[in-house]
């Protein structure tokens, strides 16, 4: 489809160019109201002007064995400058074999952006796993529905994409603007192989995602403690949530996975989780982490690990608990998803390699892992007078030491 470009409208000259004597009648105007005045040097553009005053240019070409015409655009809207290139563009394809006539005919039928939302997600949210689903759903009742109204999926542009997603921005923030932003890339993605946009036109492409804030919050040896304190106290009016929570600390799972659990998924020391994050994958845990699940009640024909008895259904979220655990703390700021951050570090400071952390947290790829392990001050002040004191030995010509690092 050929774009048109808005811009301010220009004032235009006829001067030089050769008015058409085909179209013409009696008059020097056409049956239709219309004069079609020929640029010289761009064989094929012509500026078609209205009895009302309108004014467009188009390109006349043979294609498809047959003459054709394609309407580039109102003068209005476009420059010269601009009508040239797209008309240079056009007859380029049409010596090539392609007929953009119509290819604009066919772009007449592509869908309104609200009508392939409704497909794509018929088609698409099938394959996304639950917890995806109800977070998209979310995403797309927020920011999906009512977007681009009245616009053909085929005429969004990049420009249109661009103030949806600052708009994005301002409602929800730069990271749930991000992740609605990858939705809407893919979305485009399957326009473009379902036909209702060319190969390569993505209005999504080009736009820069908002920079993620980094989250370097885990605990300290200290915090540790006073959480386990926390923990403590409200473990007596609530034993199930306190076992999810010590869990998570344990086992550097996802929330989602630890309430997840059903009692078949735990071997020994193993954990088999379902629904992770990246596909079904094992988890090791420790002594300490078997002996949380020990104290568990476990009940007849309840198979969920983390049943809320009082409720009479499986624990869904851990938010109110975490809230109380916060104000016991003092932490008004810590998410759950610290706790994982939190098992990574700590993980780092015993010297384990990417790879192992990366495996406990049950990454795919190391880059993710070094998100995650971050070093107490301690730990890299003594690796920095470690690394120091080697090299002042070298300079001094005294022979290193064996490190006393376990």
């Known amino acids: 489809m050929i774009p048109d470009v808005k811009i301010v409208d220009p004032t235009m000259d006829l001067r030089g160019l050769r008015q ?9 105007v056409s049956p239709a109201g219309r004069t079609t005045h020929w640029f010289p040097d761009l064989q094929g553009l012509g500026l078609r002007c209205y009895a009302t005053g309108r004014r467009i240019y188009i390109v006349q070409a043979r294609m498809g064995g047959r003459s054709r015409t394609v309407t580039l655009g109102s003068a209005s809207l476009i420059t010269e400058f601009e009508a040239r290139k797209l008309a240079r563009q056009v007859l380029l394809r049409a010596q090539t074999g392609g007929d953009p006539a119509t290819d604009r005919q066919a772009a007449r039928s592509a869908p309104t952006f609200a009508a392939f ?93 908002n920079r993620r804030r980094k989250m370097e919050r885990f605990l300290s040896v200290q915090e540790l ?92 979220t851990l938010d109110y608990y975490w809230g109380r655990i916060r104000d016991r703390t003092g932490f008004s700021t810590l998410r759950l998803h610290d706790l994982r951050h939190t098992y990574a570090s700590h993980a780092a400071s015993l010297s384990e390699t990417l790879p192992m952390i990366g495996k406990l947290l049950g990454h795919a790829e190391v880059r993710s892992t070094a998100r995650y392990t971050h070093l107490d001050d301690a730990d890299v002040l003594r690796t920095a007078g470690e690394v120091d004191g080697l090299i002042a030995q070298f300079i001094c010509g005294a022979a290193p030491q064996a490190s006393t690092r376990a």
């Open 20 to 28: 058409a004597d085909t179209d013409s009648a009696p008059g020097g």
């Open 117 to 209: 939302l409704d497909d794509y997600w018929r088609r698409a949210s099938p394959q996304w796993k639950l917890s995806t689903r109800r977070t998209n759903d979310v995403y797309r009742r927020g920011y999906l529905d009512g977007a681009f109204k009245g616009k053909a999926v085929d005429e969004i542009t990049k420009a249109d994409v661009l103030a949806w997603f600052n708009q994005a921005t301002d409602r929800g923030g730069p990271g749930g603007a991000n992740r609605v932003y990858s939705i809407l890339a893919a979305m485009f993605g399957k326009a473009e192989a379902w036909g209702h946009r060319p190969d390569g036109s993505n209005p999504c492409r080009g736009i820069r995602l």
């Open 225 to 316: 403690k006073s959480l386990g304190e926390a923990l403590e106290e409200e473990r007596a009016r609530y034993p199930v949530h306190t076992a999810a929570v010590m869990l998570i600390l344990f086992s550097g799972c996802r929330a989602s996975e630890v309430l997840g659990l059903h009692w078949s998924d735990i071997r020994g020391h193993r954990l088999h989780l379902r629904d992770s994050k990246t596909g079904p994958r094992t988890v090791w845990i420790g002594d300490e982490g078997r002996a949380v699940i020990d104290a568990i009640v476990r009940r007849r024909k309840v198979d969920q690990v983390f049943y809320n008895w009082s409720a009479g259904r499986p624990i869904g």
